[in-house]
């Protein structure tokens, strides 16, 4: 069974960081890129940022500098390190899984979809 699984989420102050993890299983990790988007209520999902399966990394401009993708591939896990964060950061926060070329063309034009996602984590970032 394909699993993503998010962890990390919760509430911050504005200018504080957090760590977000994603968790997968079921797949073979090393051949997906992986992906992170976030929707806010009443708003549509965005996509933040992604790495793929060779490390090359990507940043929507409204997270870049302030945004780091990692992943361990010994354990199968993607983090997101949010530093610097703002209330416009709130919302929920998904990971997904998908190829290469499918997760780039998802991430950066909103073309097709993501293979696999996970459930989400709720960040919410005061003021």
């Known amino acids: 069974e394909v699993q993503l699984v998010e962890s990390g989420g919760g509430l911050v102050q504005s200018g504080e960081s957090l760590r977000l993890s994603c968790a997968a299983s079921g797949f073979t990790f090393d051949d997906y890129a992986i992906a992170w988007f976030r929707q806010a209520p009443g708003k549509e999902r965005e996509g933040l940022s992604y790495?793929?399966?060779?490390?090359?990394?990507y940043y929507a401009d409204s997270v870049k500098g302030r945004f780091t993708i990692s992943s361990d591939n010994a354990k199968n896990t993607v983090s997101l390190q949010m530093n610097k964060m703002k209330p416009e950061d709130t919302a929920v926060y998904y990971c997904a899984a998908a190829s290469n070329i499918h997760t780039i063309l998802v991430v950066t034009s909103g073309i097709g979809d993501m293979d696999y996602w996970g459930k989400g984590t709720l960040v919410t970032v005061s003021s």
């Open positions: 790495i793929t399966s060779d490390g090359i990394t």
